[in-house]
């Protein structure tokens, strides 16, 4: 499985933007798929997850009712729709596949990743 991850910039606080991470194959909803960010400095940490049916998602507390996961199987991409934004969601962004059913927020759990997207968001 390949990831290629687009969408971010630079985005004024309190404003949105979507993320987008574009997967080859033909199991994509074989896949669980998350997002991850990291900010300089700092550990890539977990920021949300979706099953293969998209039936279920996850969030971490810092980005609930904020950030919203979704995915498209049949066009093989998972977004992240990222509203609110504050000067502490500036990070690099990472999608990533694990091939299960159930989701899982730690990085060692996941099995393929996207090359990362800058999201700058500015006070």
């Known amino acids: 499985v390949q990831l290629q991850a687009s969408g971010g910039g630079l985005v004024e606080a309190g404003g949105s933007l979507r993320l987008s991470c574009a997967a080859s194959g033909r199991t994509f909803s074989s896949y669980v798929m998350g997002w991850f960010r990291q900010a300089p400095g700092k550990e890539r940490a977990f920021v949300a997850a979706i099953t293969g049916s998209g039936g279920s998602t996850y969030y971490a507390d810092s980005v609930k009712g904020r950030f919203t996961i979704s995915r498209d199987n049949a066009k093989n991409t998972v977004y992240l729709q990222m509203n609110s934004l504050k000067p502490e969601d500036t990070a690099v962004y990472y999608c990533?596949?694990?091939?299960?059913?159930?989701?899982?927020?730690?990085?060692?759990?996941?099995?393929?990743w996207g090359q990362g997207t800058l999201v700058t968001v500015s006070s």
């Open positions: 990533a596949a694990r091939r299960s059913l159930t989701i899982m927020t730690n990085t060692m759990r996941y099995d393929y």
